[in-house]
């Protein structure tokens, strides 16, 4: 069996978020969070659960640490809960919740695991959600003033920073489709929300990079490769509408100081925008947010395969059989992580990538012997991490791979039911229980490679 191996400095760690996996939700001084109360509204969370608790590594923090050594990890992308550390949104700091993160990284560091914090990974203070929330252009003075209070504290210590997970995600699913907190549905909204977290993430770097010297600075977004689902003009259409809206709306401000002309007409004939003059683009905005990065975080998971449906609406369609899907109804496309890493570095060029997150959701069998089988997550990994390989040996400079992610955990709209931990969770006592993926990218990040392996199909 051949074995793939890995640059030497390539780091191998696992994702998670704050809202996940704290819980702790009336804790240490916290204030209440969109998900918070999201998830009070009924039919929202796909279990009614709600996330107080979660994972509760609030206060199993320790232990968790100690499950990333045991694991082998050389670094943890987690995020910080802005609520617990500003909880009225801004103002007065929460010293307990500044305290919590602090130990957090002191933990790492001693257990020589680098820490790769996120600041916002969704959870806004509602208070500042009742303001108007993403979509009102104060809100990114507020999100300057949370990220020099968390810079001020972990920036002698941590190097890497992340300012925003998923804009798409918090644009789309919060603002347009509704399916994620604050649950609107305001397409003409997203467009503002999308553009102030641009915008905040740019002047969020600026705060970083003044109170920190010595640190690298990125942003984390989702890409989806498109793929037309026949060589129509109609189909190739939807595929690159697709990528406009999903992709380079963020790609190209970033990168390129600019909005994408085409994916902008898309929304004008849609409606969700008047004219190609965008109404929240304010002077010096898009230099703001072109800032150049020390990085790109890119989350990869599945593509998409595109068609335009009637009356000219671009739809997805599902190729793949059912066994060649998650549980997330996520097509298991390896190759798709390669061209989404060639596509980036070609096109866009950031200076260096992280894989900063990829991982999937399958049911998992009970414990037999203190075992849990998952190997169709193992099959996951191996497939994608092969591919991040692919793309390193074609000279795409990928730096690392953080598993999505450590632990099964609140799962946003879809609560519990899917999980994507190396780690299980005993219901009744929260313990954590390794699943053998964790055993085997425990012996993968220690080999610093990766094997062809004999996996069952996907
Ligand atoms: C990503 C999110 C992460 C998790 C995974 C499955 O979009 O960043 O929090 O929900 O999907």
Same mark, same amino acid.
Not at 200 to 212: D, F, M
């Given at each position: 069996?051949?074995?793939?191996?890995?640059?030497?400095?390539?780091?191998?760690?696992?994702?998670?978020?704050?809202?996940?996996?704290?819980?702790?939700?009336?804790?240490?001084?916290?204030?209440?969070?969109?998900?918070?109360?999201?998830?009070?509204?009924?039919?929202?969370?796909?279990?009614?659960?709600?996330?107080?608790?979660?994972?509760?590594?609030?206060?199993?923090?320790?232990?968790?640490?100690?499950?990333?050594?045991?694991?082998?990890?050389?670094?943890?992308?987690?995020?910080?809960?802005?609520?617990?550390?500003?909880?009225?949104?801004?103002?007065?700091?929460?010293?307990?919740?500044?305290?919590?993160?602090?130990?957090?990284?002191?933990?790492?560091?001693?257990?020589?695991?680098?820490?790769?914090?996120?600041?916002?990974?969704?959870?806004?203070?509602?208070?500042?959600?009742?303001?108007?929330?993403?979509?009102?252009?104060?809100?990114?003075?507020?999100?300057?003033?949370?990220?020099?209070?968390?810079?001020?504290?972990?920036?002698?210590?941590?190097?890497?920073?992340?300012?925003?997970?998923?804009?798409?995600?918090?644009?789309?699913?919060?603002?347009?489709?509704?399916?994620?907190?604050?649950?609107?549905?305001?397409?003409?909204?997203?467009?503002?929300?999308?553009?102030?977290?641009?915008?905040?993430?740019?002047?969020?770097?600026?705060?970083?990079?003044?109170?920190?010297?010595?640190?690298?600075?990125?942003?984390?977004?989702?890409?989806?490769?498109?793929?037309? #689902?026949?060589?129509?003009?109609?189909?190739?259409? #939807?595929?690159?509408?697709?990528?406009?809206?999903?992709?380079?709306?963020?790609?190209?401000?970033?990168?390129?100081?600019?909005?994408?002309?085409?994916?902008?007409?898309?929304?004008?004939?849609?409606?969700?925008?008047?004219?190609?003059?965008?109404?929240?683009?304010?002077?010096?905005?898009?230099?703001?947010?072109?800032?150049?990065?020390?990085?790109?975080?890119?989350?990869?998971?599945?593509?998409?395969?595109?068609?335009?449906?009637?009356?000219?609406?671009?739809?997805?369609?599902?190729?793949?059989?059912?066994?060649?899907?998650?549980?997330?109804?996520?097509?298991?496309?390896?190759?798709?992580?390669?061209?989404?890493?060639?596509?980036?570095?070609?096109?866009?060029?950031?200076?260096?990538?992280?894989?900063?997150?990829?991982?999937?959701?399958?049911?998992?069998?009970?414990?037999?012997?203190?075992?849990?089988?998952?190997?169709?997550?193992?099959?996951?990994?191996?497939?994608?991490?092969?591919?991040?390989?692919?793309?390193?040996?074609?000279?795409?400079?990928?730096?690392?791979?953080?598993?999505?992610?450590?632990?099964?955990?609140?799962?946003?709209?879809?609560?519990?039911?899917?999980?994507?931990?190396?780690?299980?969770?005993?219901?009744?006592?929260?313990?954590?229980?390794?699943?053998?993926?964790?055993?085997?990218?425990?012996? #993968?990040?220690?080999?610093?490679?990766?094997?062809?392996?004999?996996?069952?199909?996907?």
């Amino acid at each position: 069996m051949a074995k793939h191996h890995f640059p030497g400095e390539f780091l191998w760690g696992t994702a998670t978020s704050a809202q996940q996996i704290e819980g702790g939700r009336h804790e240490g001084g916290r204030g209440e969070s969109i998900w918070d109360r999201f998830a009070t509204l009924p039919g929202k969370i796909a279990d009614g659960s709600r996330p107080d608790m979660t994972c509760d590594h609030f206060n199993r923090w320790q232990e968790d640490l100690d499950l990333m050594t045991s694991l082998g990890m050389g670094a943890y992308r987690f995020s910080i809960s802005w609520p617990r550390i500003l909880p009225a949104g801004r103002g007065k700091v929460n010293p307990a919740g500044l305290d919590f993160y602090d130990k957090l990284v002191d933990g790492l560091l001693e257990a020589g695991i680098q820490p790769f914090p996120t600041l916002y990974h969704w959870d806004l203070p509602q208070v500042l959600q009742d303001e108007g929330g993403w979509a009102e252009r104060g809100i990114i003075d507020a999100f300057t003033e949370y990220t020099t209070a968390v810079a001020r504290r972990l920036g002698d210590r941590v190097t890497r920073w992340t300012t925003h997970n998923e804009p798409w995600c918090i644009a789309t699913l919060g603002h347009e489709e509704g399916h994620h907190a604050p649950g609107h549905t305001d397409p003409a909204e997203s467009l503002r929300v999308a553009h102030h977290l641009l915008l905040s993430h740019g002047l969020s770097t600026a705060v970083i990079r003044n109170e920190v010297p010595s640190a690298e600075v990125g942003i984390v977004l989702i890409h989806c490769p498109a793929m037309p #689902a026949s060589p129509t003009d109609a189909d190739v259409d #939807a595929a690159r509408w697709f990528d406009g809206f999903f992709n380079r709306w963020y790609l190209d401000p970033l990168f390129r100081g600019r909005y994408p002309e085409d994916a902008v007409w898309d929304r004008v004939e849609r409606g969700h925008l008047l004219g190609s003059d965008l109404p929240f683009l304010h002077d010096g905005d898009l230099e703001i947010i072109a800032a150049p990065l020390d990085f790109l975080g890119l989350n990869y998971y599945s593509r998409n395969v595109m068609r335009m449906g009637r009356e000219g609406r671009p739809e997805a369609v599902a190729v793949a059989p059912v066994e060649e899907r998650t549980t997330m109804g996520w097509e298991v496309y390896p190759q798709g992580l390669e061209d989404s890493l060639l596509r980036v570095h070609r096109d866009y060029a950031p200076g260096s990538i992280y894989v900063t997150e990829n991982g999937a959701a399958y049911t998992d069998p009970a414990p037999v012997a203190g075992r849990i089988a998952d190997p169709r997550r193992i099959a996951y990994l191996r497939s994608h991490l092969l591919a991040v390989h692919r793309a390193i040996a074609a000279g795409v400079p990928v730096r690392g791979y953080f598993a999505w992610s450590l632990l099964d955990n609140f799962e946003w709209g879809h609560g519990f039911e899917q999980t994507f931990g190396l780690c299980a969770l005993d219901p009744d006592t929260l313990d954590r229980i390794p699943k053998d993926s964790a055993f085997w990218y425990r012996d #993968a990040a220690m080999a610093n490679a990766v094997d062809d392996g004999e996996d069952p199909a996907p």
